[in-house]
């Protein structure tokens, strides 16, 4: 579970969020929506520690996220970014491999059961077949799901992604927005990630959190979908453009 109390943070002298509150349940999965540069990335980057500019409280799991060490962190959340990481002579089994550090210790020596945690992350997000390839030779979709593969071998209750559909085409978009359903429900994770997918958003998560003017508006699917917040705050004027209609 990952809670906001009194949440704010902005960007220079803009303010982003301001005074937000709620919280993010197990087996839920949601999708953090809003415009662009409203604050969805820098909302999550707070959430994950790397952005500590901000008032109020985060909590992991029910704990104040600035009193955990970073190896207690990175075993209760995992966050793959926008970033695309094309290290020179790792495969991707070598980079999912790296998921499993906080479990590791120093020496990094993956047991078997790691190299077994390594193996399924892959299969998960259908990268089995690209294990002993490396990571300079694949496209920026493939390096995605490697990504993604990597935060799931973590193994963590709590995962974040930064629009993790970016660079996927439709069907492998429809695919990672059910895997993450399927591990938010089967194994109970609390998965937020940002998206500009509305169809996504509305049709396969169990919540949406909208970004708009300094608020965070924070409710089911479907009553988001009811609400009118929406279609006001991406409706296309002139255009007769409804975000959960298309043009009409």
């Given at each position: 579970?990952?809670?906001?109390?009194?949440?704010?943070?902005?960007?220079?002298?803009?303010?982003?969020?301001?005074?937000?509150?709620?919280?993010?349940?197990?087996?839920?999965?949601?999708?953090?929506?809003?415009?662009?540069?409203?604050?969805?990335?820098t909302?999550?980057?707070?959430?994950?520690?790397?952005?500590?500019?901000?008032?109020?409280?985060?909590?992991?799991?029910?704990?104040?996220?600035?009193?955990?060490?970073?190896?207690?962190?990175?075993?209760?959340?995992?966050?793959?970014?926008?970033?695309?990481?094309?290290?020179?002579?790792?495969?991707?089994?070598?980079?999912?491999?790296?998921?499993?550090?906080?479990?590791?210790?120093?020496?990094?020596?993956l047991?078997?059961?790691?190299?077994?945690?390594?193996?399924?992350?892959?299969?998960?997000?259908?990268?089995?077949?690209?294990?002993?390839?490396?990571?300079?030779?694949?496209?920026?979709?493939?390096?995605?799901?490697?990504?993604?593969?990597?935060?799931?071998?973590?193994?963590?209750?709590?995962?974040l992604?930064?629009?993790?559909?970016?660079?996927?085409?439709?069907?492998?978009?429809?695919?990672?927005?059910?895997?993450?359903?399927?591990?938010?429900?089967?194994?109970?994770?609390?998965?937020?990630?940002?998206?500009?997918?509305?169809?996504?958003?509305?049709?396969?998560?169990?919540?949406?959190?909208l970004?708009?003017?300094?608020?965070?508006?924070?409710?089911?699917a479907?009553?988001?979908?009811?609400?009118?917040?929406?279609?006001?705050?991406?409706?296309?004027?002139?255009?007769?453009?409804?975000?959960?209609?298309?043009?009409?």
């Open positions: 579970m990952i809670t906001l109390h009194d949440f704010s943070i902005g960007f220079g002298r803009r303010e982003l969020l301001s005074h937000v509150s709620t919280s993010f349940s197990d087996g839920c999965l949601t999708a953090l929506l809003g415009r662009n540069g409203t604050g969805k990335s909302m999550l980057r707070a959430i994950a520690r790397l952005n500590t500019a901000y008032t109020g409280t985060v909590s992991i799991d029910g704990a104040d996220s600035a009193s955990l060490t970073g190896s207690e962190l990175a075993r209760r959340l995992a966050f793959v970014t926008t970033e695309r990481t094309r290290i020179p002579g790792l495969t991707c089994a070598d980079v999912v491999g790296m998921g499993r550090a906080p479990y590791t210790g120093w020496s990094g020596h047991h078997p059961s790691d190299h077994a945690i390594v193996t399924e992350a892959l299969r998960s997000t259908g990268m089995q077949d690209y294990a002993g390839r490396y990571m300079q030779n694949m496209s920026d979709g493939e390096c995605q799901r490697v990504m993604i593969a990597r935060a799931l071998a973590q193994d963590t209750a709590n995962l992604l930064d629009e993790p559909t970016s660079f996927l085409d439709m069907p492998n978009r429809y695919q990672l927005a059910a895997l993450l359903r399927r591990l938010a429900h089967d194994k109970g994770k609390c998965i937020i990630f940002s998206t500009h997918e509305l169809d996504i958003a509305l049709h396969m998560c169990d919540t949406i959190a970004v708009d003017n300094g608020h965070l508006h924070h409710l089911p479907r009553d988001m979908a009811d609400s009118g917040l929406l279609q006001r705050l991406f409706a296309i004027e002139g255009l007769g453009f409804d975000p959960l209609r298309g043009f009409i």
